[in-house]
């Protein structure tokens, strides 16, 4: 689904990524955990189409098709969803008037018919109680004095109403109390299937005790040094990153 | 062809009336702004003054232009106006609104400014709007329109709003044509205890009209004067809003949001004298510049010693959308009460490229995106409109520029 090969990636002019690898094929759930500063964030702007990142050399595919050239927009109509790790506030954006424009965005995109009004309410609604996000969180603007944890929340909420193919979360769970993880994590889970996948990134083995990840990966100073099963997790927790650099 | 001078001289020595001579003095005792001066600093308005002008072209416009202009408006009374002179056959008064007949009543105002004093000599007519006390709240739409090659237009609207009344006032200020035309407008409002006034402006004018207009308000106790003005259009708009508490507990809420765009320089300028105590001013100015667009917002607050517990807000955010763009800002804070609390803040800059990259990730394109965040930022303003058919044309009217 997902191909990373040999991927360098600069901002003016400093190398930040420097040959990433990565296969992530449809059903799976790839946790990167890695210290501060090693590039996670870079990583997952990259697959997403941040153009404040050059790419110096390498590739990625999704689902058979070359990303690079694609717009931000364009690859989240393809179903690539990221996840904040700092999601942004837009004053004067309505949650509704947001997820309307990008629900109308994908459909355009594929040619399809949007939802109706009626339709669009209903799976507000839906995915509201699937996230355990409070309904007086969507009549506000985007997370215009949302909490730290309610706008983790709302970021998995927007996943949850796009349905992406490829979710990559970015420390969704900094920041989350522990109902509020579980919560989060329950919605992952019901969102999973056999043709999506999920990119978790954490800092915390626990994150890995409810969404339970097929490989774990390392990412030291713009690599993946390390991969393994959900136990290098476990390891990492006990040990540190000491032991693997 | 005569200078504005000579035109305004002449109606003040045919007049008998001993308010017109004074306004005169007032009038000659302001010097011609130039661009030395502070207030004036931003666009040079000599030619006001010292050009040749047409003072009453003959009428041009059609029922269809004015049905065109009010199409989507709810209103209670339409007054409509032609380069000054009031039409009658196209308006729909009532018992509240009509158009000025005498030209000079009891108690006009000092002018605040040279423009302000020509307007009161100079126009013969305009929207004469007298709330009785206890009246039910009703719009009032005045249509100004403006035509005619080098015609330079004077109008006065004078609104009373009696005790314990209410009323909502909406101005449509459009001129109709490319040539250039000069508007001279000012608009006196006086709030008597416990009424309100809402007061909305809103200007469609000509790549080549420029127009200058003062809106002034004096507030007895308890009053609520909520003035916003909305320039869509034009080669240059000029707002003076100006309001004067001379009584404790009155409260003013003053809006506004210019987007000049191509060559438009648009200007608000507010005044806000708080002279007795636990009095409150709110200002909110937005502004959004494109191109070779310019915006001015200058704020000035005056608090006098004996105006205790006074509490004002001000507010000004701006977006430039180029690097030609410009906008500025300047509030002005003369406070001589010490028990106060008056607060400002002013901020200019790019368009939110975080919340763009939000949005991008989400399916949205970074046109749509920015279109949303703009709309959402012009909202702001405009949510503080109450009459609903108002609300939604100008904010139609300020999406078309996006
Ligand atoms: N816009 C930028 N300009 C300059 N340097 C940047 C920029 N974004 C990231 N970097 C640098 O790239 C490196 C990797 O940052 P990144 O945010 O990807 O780390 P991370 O692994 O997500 O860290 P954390 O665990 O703290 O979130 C850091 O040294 C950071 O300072
Ligand atoms: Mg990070």
């Known amino acids: ?245 | 062809m005569q200078t504005i001078t000579s035109y305004i001289h002449h109606i003040q020595q045919q007049s008998n009336n001993t308010q017109a001579k004074q306004l005169f003095a007032e009038y000659e005792a302001f010097p011609i702004p130039t661009k030395r001066l502070e207030d004036w600093k931003f666009k040079d308005t000599q030619d006001w003054f010292t050009s040749l002008y047409t003072f009453t072209p003959p009428s041009k416009i059609t029922q269809q232009q004015l049905d065109a202009a009010i199409e989507s408006l709810q209103f209670d009374a339409l007054l409509v106006f032609e380069n000054g002179l009031y039409h009658n056959s196209f308006s729909r008064p009532n018992s509240i609104a009509s158009a000025i007949t005498n030209d000079f009543e009891a108690d006009i105002p000092h002018c605040t400014n040279k423009f302000e004093c020509a307007s009161l000599i100079g126009a013969q007519s305009g929207a004469a709007i007298h709330v009785a006390a206890k009246h039910e709240k009703q719009h009032v739409l005045i249509v100004s329109f403006f035509q005619g090659n080098q015609s330079y237009s004077l109008q006065k609207n004078r609104i009373y709003v009696h005790a314990d009344s209410h009323i909502i006032i909406t101005e449509l200020q459009i001129s109709l044509s490319d040539e250039p035309i000069r508007i001279n407008h000012s608009v006196s409002i006086k709030c008597m205890q416990k009424s309100s006034c809402e007061y909305t402006s809103v200007q469609h004018l000509g790549s080549k009209t420029e127009l200058i207009q003062t809106i002034s308000c004096l507030q007895e106790q308890e009053s609520t004067c909520t003035i916003s003005n909305f320039p869509i259009s034009g080669a240059y708009v000029r707002t003076n809003v100006y309001v004067d508490k001379i009584a404790p507990h009155s409260h003013a809420f003053l809006h506004g949001f210019f987007f000049p765009a191509a060559q438009e320089h648009f200007e608000t300028y507010v005044e806000a004298i708080h002279n007795a105590p636990e009095c409150e001013t709110h200002q909110l100015y937005q502004g959004i510049a494109k191109d070779t667009g310019i915006g001015v917002f200058s704020g000035k607050l005056h608090v006098a010693r004996e105006a205790q517990k006074t509490n004002t807000t001000q507010n000004n955010k701006n977006i430039l959308l180029s690097k030609t763009a410009k906008i500025h800002s300047k509030p002005q804070l003369e406070i001589y009460a010490d028990d106060v609390s008056c607060t400002h803040g002013s901020t200019t800059g790019q368009i939110d490229n975080e919340a763009l990259w939000y949005m991008q990730t989400r399916g949205i394109s970074r046109e749509a995106a920015t279109k949303l965040l703009l709309k959402g930022f012009i909202t702001d303003v405009i949510s503080k409109v109450s009459n609903e058919s108002v609300k939604n044309a100008i904010m139609k009217a300020l999406e078309n520029k996006l």
């Open chain 1, 1 to 245: 689904m997902l191909t990373i090969k040999d991927l360098h990636v600069s901002i003016d002019g400093k190398e930040i990524l420097k040959g990433v690898n990565l296969t992530v094929n449809p059903g799976e759930i790839h946790a990167i955990m890695g210290p501060n500063g090693s590039g996670k964030s870079t990583l997952s702007n990259v697959i997403a189409g941040r153009d404040v990142f050059e790419v110096t050399q390498g590739e990625i595919s999704f689902l058979g098709k070359n990303i690079l050239p694609l717009t931000p927009e364009d690859r989240a109509c393809e179903g690539i969803f990221l996840a904040f790790q700092y999601p942004v506030e837009i004053p004067g954006v309505s949650m509704t008037n947001f997820m309307k424009a990008a629900i109308e965005a994908k459909h355009a995109y594929h040619g399809t018919t949007p939802p109706s009004a009626g339709e669009f309410l209903q799976m507000i609604k839906e995915k509201q109680q699937l996230v355990g996000m409070s309904q007086s969180l969507t009549g506000r603007a985007v997370n215009e004095g949302f909490s730290g944890g309610e706008k983790k929340k709302n970021d998995i909420f927007q996943m949850a109403m796009l349905d992406p193919k490829l979710a990559i979360l970015d420390e969704t769970d900094s920041g989350l109390d522990i109902d509020a993880l579980k919560t989060v994590a329950e919605g992952v889970n019901t969102l999973k299937t056999n043709d999506k996948a999920f990119i978790v990134i954490t800092h915390y083995q626990r994150l890995l005790d409810y969404i339970i990840p097929d490989f774990v990966h390392v990412l030291h100073d713009g690599k993946i040094v390390k991969s393994g099963d959900k136990s290098l997790a476990l390891e990492l927790e006990e040990k540190g990153y000491d032991w693997i650099k």
